[in-house]
């Protein structure tokens, strides 16, 4: 049960509701969120929703039964739009492109990915400068003075930024460096990073937990709505599976699946999911073709030189390839779809 | 080791060439195919090949080292056209657009699908007459008898069959009414079955096992290729995983990782691999981007009441506007990859 | 719904029932198998049981909803005992052991082994001479013949023999000189092959496919009994998984789901599930401990000089030890559980 | 490469050493935990050891090539006995059982427990207070306070306690009132809580990821170990596969290779492996068997009422009758082993 309140409640009003979803057995939530306030009703009774629908303060009453509710598309049929501000927004008109190197490696590298980034009117620039690694003795990162650099910059030019957080932590101190927070792999089910990310106003990116199921994912991102932050996106990144030929399973059908299930938009990752760099593009425009509302992927001046991931990452001109071909692929996506 | 053998070799030179290879520990395998004689050598000595290579008799020699040798694309690199006669051949220009029923009900709904795909210029129908259930108790399929029916009209108006052999006895029962034999994922290493096909002249289309690895599909392939028979499709299907919320993990990955490999077609099935009606379309596309060769799809007049499989089937003005949707983004993926 | 019918029902009596059943829109299958008559019936209607039940020539009836019927525990609450004659049999009590090498090389390795089996009152031999191989330039196995020479001396010492049937005309090639028809892991779902077995007078079991189900192991079985024949075993053999630090992942939780869902025995293969020959007999007693009926385990007079699954083989003085250790905690287990 | 240092090295005898190796390219980096400080050369050039060795400062140095060196039994032979205090000690050869509640929920219940345990010499209590959930709705757990009640109740009765903790924030406030932290399946690769927990002299249990590879469990624990925490406990708690008969796949396979792979102890739980409480048993023994030193698993005075878990918790008989037989078991295991 998702109730919408008006802006304007009373404390009676709302506390008049909340009352008579315990007459019926339900638990209440209350969550506000950058842009509405909400009373979650959780239980199983079956009753009339009239009757909690027309008690003064309800803007908005929708039964959603699942484990995700204020994510679920049974609620919001409409699609999403993540506005960050200076005109540059995640919407499923735009093919939304994210790209720039797996890491910072230094300044003079992060700048000439700007430039490359600016020519090619990519307006979201991914990095990292805290990386999980699986082994504790390797390279993890430039940390937040990495951020600093670069940030100044893409503001310059008017370029957003999505990087990885790793831990509670990180929040506070990557916030103003950031335009979007990029939940990595291993930390879908982070529960305590994800409430932590509710709390802020900043865009949410969740990749798919390495075997993480799509309802899991979903779940994950109630997490931040109900803590707060309705700008989530989603990451298909690719799962585990038995075959070794390539680095990660690329669960295309995961992609129609989310969307028919979620109104939040959905990016495609071929790089870590094929992690192969002349196979990274057929699949960034098979994923357009599936239904992604956008793909990030890793670029580099010098694939072969780059501190980690070279083996999946494009260089400028492969990288220019792919930007033309997915935009192309996209209108005709809109145009046949 | 892969050696191509003049058409009119002479015993003694072969001989010759045998010795050779055995002098250096390699044992031989003959292959005389539709098309071609080879002599397979298997051993892992390093040798200059010239010196076999310059033997008399000897066409062409190439060193291959996988398990799969004659289905590699490191020893032929052009695709394989795989002529079915009457103009009608699976090539890499051409997208192959395979569809019809799960399994034939009747005469009449039979003769109804025909024309649904004669209208629309769909040169190969696929539909079942063994089907392999699960359950001993489910609907297995009419039998050869249903194959006949449809045989002759399909020969009237040109479309070719695409159709499921279970066992060995059955490939002399259906060979005079299919052109192509299908090996069903339950089936992918049924190698004496794989044996058999091998000594027919007709295509044979090999779907990747329920949990099958690319390289265990390939030597399935290899099976076919190494018993005589050059023509051999395969086909992607999805994977069984740990996801539930859709039928099959549908492994786009592999289709680009099979066209590097092999010189093979690759044919994609999203009605299977997804399973979910609605959303056939965009893996079809999907897999067409990833570089798939042609797709095979389900198709019935009326999918609700289906023998099988109804959920995952289109109806005639879904599968109308696969077609033409498929063929356009074939034709724009010539133009851009 | 499953119907025990009288010995000497009358073709009248059994036309009723077949016709009651049919009215309450139940279809049904007749079996037969070597020990009873059975009448199924097919059909998810509600109806009072009893009105079947009381007509004549009925034994027996049970309703069991699921796909597999006959092979379940629901209906046969006993454990099946499976008679090999001169008094070896495989029961609950007594744990079974299955030793023997991968394939036979030559009659004098086999006559070695058949010696050392002996000696340690093992009872099943196991050993193929139809080997399924991925690769179709691997060594496949001596035929027929491989079996012929052992047979013979087998049957002088009170051995019996287990070996790998692979195609439906081997079933009769194979029937004089097999015991336990065992059906591999690749052929799990070939369903000719079980209907076949299903109509023979032979123990068979069953592998689980490489990436099978629990249930759909018990439809496999499903199927032999369905066609005529109640000496069914089922054997866990390990899955298909990620993981890559060993061959297969052993699922022992299958061992006590099979047990409850099936009064089928349930034999467990280390050798092939973990693939590493030092950590064989800890995970033999593993599965004795999750409640296998017995253990199926490859044996060799040199595992370093095995033509094939060396790396997985047992020498003798281990699986000596293997035996008693093996039989030590069958014993414990009895008195514990 | 491992370099074990005298306590009493000095300054300028370590910079000697650190010196030589990055003469030979190694990079290093220093640990010390709570018994030893380390120096660990990282890279792959070949050299004579010996050079190392002998310098002035050097305990003990030894070549560890894989990714994880200080938890590799490559390096350290002999089994890890982690000393809880009060005579009380996780060791290869007394069996660890860990027993207790999914979470807390009330004192009442916690003391209840509590008596339970002790009145079956359990020395190691189970028990959440923060719980990990997909859903944000679900119970959370007691937090802190829960922790505080039964923390001195135990001290009082020497019984030690083992809990999850799930964020770098949570380590302080717990330390003062766990024995032995638990880093849950979907923190095994939350790099930034293993940094901490490696900073504490508390003991750590990791549990396998929901689909992590032994290797990556292995990274794991070197994080913690390379932090300065030498008092780690593996667990392996079951793996997602497509099976879903039960709750997890419990692979006993990786109880050997761990063994075999490392000198930290190995813990089964066999709980929320399979997930169905009455094959808990079974799977506890044959986990035993397989070669694990402990077993940690969920007891309740009524699991019918349990707040969570309830289907795969034990109530006392049952816990009884597991702590009983898996004692045994473990006698015989030392014997025939």
Redesign the interface.
Known sequence: MIIQLNKNISKEEKSNITSSLNNISY?T?TVNTQYKNYL?G?GNNDFDIRKIGNMPGVEDIHKVSM??KLVSRKWRVDDTIIDLGDNISINRNDLTIMAGPCSIESEEHAMNIIEHLEENDIRIMRTMVFK??????SF?GLGIEGLRTISAECKKRNIKIISEV????QVEAMHDYVDIFQVGT??T?????LDALGKVDKAVMIKR????????LL??A??VF??GNEKILLCER?????????RN?????????LK?KTHLPVIADPSH??G?RK?V???A???????ADGIITEVHQQPEKAFSDGQQTLNYPEAKRLYF?AR??NV??RN??
């Open positions: 638990k939530k979650i959780i484990d995700y999980p690694r699986s082994s504790p003795y993890r790793m831990e509670v932590s291993r930390n089910q982070n529960f305590n990073l937990g390495i075997s993480g199921t799509i309802d899991e779940q994950s109630e997490y109900s803590n690719g799962i585990r599976s038995f075959e070794k030929s390539y399973t690329f669960d295309l059908n995961a992609i129609p699946i028919d999911s094929i192969i196979h593009e057929k699949m425009l098979a994923a357009i073709m599936a239904g071909n192309e692929i005709l996506k046949l779809l």
